[in-house]
């Protein structure tokens, strides 16, 4: 087991870009796959980018494509998201969330984060 921590949420204009943070604990972080899910107001969670243990690849909905993206630093216990060309449809709580291996699927993930809120505004 692992808990996350995110960080970095906010309220942000249009066009900007914001930078989530998740931290983890435990010893064993670079084994984890970390992925980020966000859920708007009335939808269900969805995938938006993850990355395996070793940072070698990284998988991207098509959504956030060119705009997104993951990262990570093992030595920190940490995985970041970086959002550029934020857009108000990525508005939505953002859910950091660590499995066993890299997947879209929210059942492969067996740690989750509390979220944290970006709102993009007009």
């Known amino acids: 087991q692992v808990q996350l921590v995110e960080s970095g949420g906010g309220l942000v204009q249009a066009g900007g870009s914001l930078r989530l943070s998740c931290a983890a604990s435990?010893?064993?972080?670079?084994?984890?796959?970390m992925a980020w899910f966000r859920q708007a107001p009335g939808k269900e969670r969805e995938f938006v980018i993850a990355?395996?243990?070793?940072?070698?690849?990284?998988y991207y909905a098509d959504s956030v494509k060119g705009r997104f993206t993951i990262s990570r630093d093992n030595a920190k216990n940490s995985v970041y998201l970086q959002m550029n060309r934020l857009q108000l449809e990525d508005t939505a709580v953002y859910y950091c969330?660590?499995?066993?291996?890299?997947?879209?699927?929210?059942?492969?993930?067996?740690?989750w984060g509390q979220g944290t809120q970006v709102t993009v505004s007009s």
């Open positions: 969330a660590a499995g066993s291996m890299i997947s879209s699927r929210r059942s492969s993930y067996d740690n």
């Open positions: 435990g010893r064993t972080f670079s084994s984890y796959a």
């Open positions: 990355i395996t243990g070793t940072g070698s690849i990284t």
